[in-house]
């Protein structure tokens, strides 16, 4: 049995589609308002809990084998401390409790790179480093940013032709398939070449930021025009809302960081992801024509 949290999210219940076609018992751990009998319809066991109670991940783990940890604060409500760094220590207590055979972390690209300023990338980091020493079996996923967040964005361009850039154009990215991601992360248990590993995950192409929408003009044959704000416009709102919310200044500080840096992975990386996993990553413009039909 795998348990999969966040499995109403963008890449959990992606996991749980993948792992539901090879016939793995899946239990997915959703919440009560969430969206979930998609996941029931394809065979999936509802486990109806908040990932910010230890009882209920502990509850959640009894009589599993495999634990795939896809859930984030940026999809499943709570703060990075809450969601991200708690309840994934909960979750691996529970594992090591329940026997786990083997632990798969969603992690972010980057997290070892010490963004002091991005709650997101420092609890993700704190998570891999208890994981890494608490005696369970273990792959840890760096991705990049997933391809499936771009969807809303090229519909609007479909209709507009507006993209917003924020930041420096140049700035690269590995963008990876989150059908991918999911296959990787839903097989990583059986892949004895994946265990105990870290393997930073994006698709097969380091992408300029600014070569996005000359995807898009590809797929809609239509012209984009270009808005193109600094990363400090970020720093401005910030401080404007620092004022009055002093945590989603900090929540931010994630994004901030996102559009600041490049996260991309190299040509060996690639290749260490298609021999170790066994198959070919798909390009961000195969992706979207998948899913938009064009």
């Known amino acids: 049995m795998y348990l999969v949290t966040g ?4 890449l959990g219940k992606r996991v749980v589609r993948y792992l539901r076609e090879q016939q793995q018992p899946v239990r997915a751990f959703v919440r009560l308002n969430s969206r979930y009998g998609d996941l ?34 940026n999809s499943d409500g709570g703060t990075a401390q809450s969601i991200d760094y708690r309840a994934n220590i909960d979750l691996i207590d529970a594992a090591k409790a329940n026997g786990i055979q083997h632990f798969v972390f969603i992690s972010v690209l980057g997290s ?3 963004y002091d300023d991005a709650p997101v990338f420092k609890a993700k980091r704190a998570v891999e480093q208890y994981l890494e020493t608490s005696g369970l079996n273990y792959t840890i996923l760096r991705p990049s940013g997933f391809a499936s967040s771009l969807i809303p964005l090229a519909e609007r361009y479909q209709q507009t032709g507006l993209y917003l850039l924020i930041g420096d154009p140049q700035t690269r990215s590995s963008i990876v398939s989150t059908d991918d991601l999911a296959r990787i992360a839903a ?8 265990k105990n ?6 698709g097969p192409q380091a992408l300029e930021r600014g070569e996005i929408p000359k995807i898009f003009q590809n797929l809609f044959d239509r012209e984009p025009i270009l808005i193109n704000p600094p990363v400090l416009a970020i720093d401005g709102l910030r401080n404007l809302l620092g004022m009055f919310n002093p945590e989603l ?8 960081t996102l559009l ?3 996260f991309y992975c190299t040509s060996d990386e690639v290749e260490r992801l298609q021999t170790t996993f066994g198959f070919q990553l798909e390009t961000l413009e195969s992706f979207l024509r998948r899913y938009l039909s064009v």
Do not use: N, W
């Not at 499995?7 to 963008?10: D, N, P, Y």
């Open 7 to 10: 499995a109403t999210g963008s």
């Open 40 to 73: 029931e319809q394809r065979g999936a066991q509802a486990f109806i809990g908040d990932l910010g109670h230890e009882r209920d991940i502990q509850k959640a783990c009894q009589g599993v084998s495999y634990v795939i940890s896809a859930h984030g604060s």
């Open 112 to 114: 070892d790179r010490g």
């Open 187 to 194: 097989t990583a248990p059986q892949i004895d070449a994946a």
């Open 197 to 202: 590993i870290v393997f930073a995950v994006g």
């Open 249 to 256: 200044k900090a929540a931010l500080g994630t994004l901030r």
């Open 260 to 262: 600041a840096h490049e």
